[in-house]
T-cell receptor, first 114, second 115 residues
Framework: NAGVTQTPKFQVLKTGQSMTLQCAQDMNHEYMSWYRQDPGMGLRLIHYSVGAGITDQGEVPNGYNVSRSTTEDFPLRLLSAAPSQTSVYFC?????????????FGPGTRLTVL | SQQGEEDPQALSIQEGENATMNCSYKTSINNLQWYRQNSGRGLVHLILIRSNEREKHSGRLRVTLDTSKKSSSLLITASRAADTASYFCATDAEYSGGGADGLTFGKGTHLIIQP
């Protein structure tokens, strides 16, 4: 199993550009989520999904969109990038609900917005 | 919001020594998890301890939970250079309070093992 994969690993955007961060898992996990990690802030939940077709907001959802058309994929879209979105983004998945189960994290995407 | 707070923020010890990190949280929880993050990598799950458990072991790792003090500790025995990483505690407190279904992470303890 590849586990949780994320692409790209690095990305530089200009303010106002849009892009999609890809996340995929091959463990047949129902729950998937996106976190951002900023220096000195720990990880913060952006959006999550408890199954295909179901998404919900986390702690810091503004400026991001998600969709879950399949069990395997959970892309994160930045609609109009801002410097405040410079961060490292992690996708995670688990078999059961996110608050009760071990989370499997991807390797991360380091995003810089100029 | 930061639910868990790790202490200390940074810890440097000699290889072979034991390392202890603490986590305090503010509201009631159902479970608490510890994760490790090597520099530039994703987080790796270490241990999950439920609110009705007081202690769990996994290899050289020992986690305790004191719900009356709202605190947890992670002990790494006989440390190795490969243990150099950041360690995070995470709780489900936001969900317990009716918030989003995910984990709330602390800021982490950066552990350095000197050879």
């Amino acid at each position: 199993n590849a586990g949780v994969t994320q692409t790209p690993k690095f990305q530089v955007l200009k303010t106002g550009q849009s892009m999609t961060l890809q996340c995929a898992q091959d463990m047949n996990h129902e729950y998937m989520s996106w976190y951002r990690q900023d220096p000195g802030m720990g990880l913060r939940l952006i959006h999550y999904s408890v199954g295909a077709g179901i998404t919900d907001q986390g702690e810091v959802p503004n400026g991001y969109n998600v969709s879950r058309s399949t069990t395997e994929d959970f892309p994160l879209r930045l609609l109009s990038a801002a410097p405040s979105q410079t961060s490292v983004y992690f996708c995670a998945s688990s078999k059961l609900a996110g608050h009760t189960d071990t989370q499997y994290f991807g390797p991360g995407t380091r995003l810089t917005v100029l | 919001s930061q639910q868990g707070e790790e202490d200390p923020q940074a810890l440097s010890i000699q290889e072979g020594e034991n390392a202890t990190m603490n986590c305090s949280y503010k509201t009631s929880i159902n479970n608490l998890q510890w994760y490790r993050q090597n520099s530039g990598r994703g987080l790796v799950h270490l241990i999950l301890i439920r609110s009705n458990e007081r202690e769990k072991h996994s290899g050289r790792l020992r986690v305790t939970l004191d719900t009356s003090k709202k605190s947890s500790s992670l002990l790494i025995t006989a440390s190795r250079a490969a243990d150099t990483a950041s360690y995070f505690c995470a709780t489900d407190a936001e969900y317990s309070g009716g918030g989003a279904d995910g984990l709330t992470f602390g800021k982490g303890t950066h552990l350095i093992i000197q050879p």
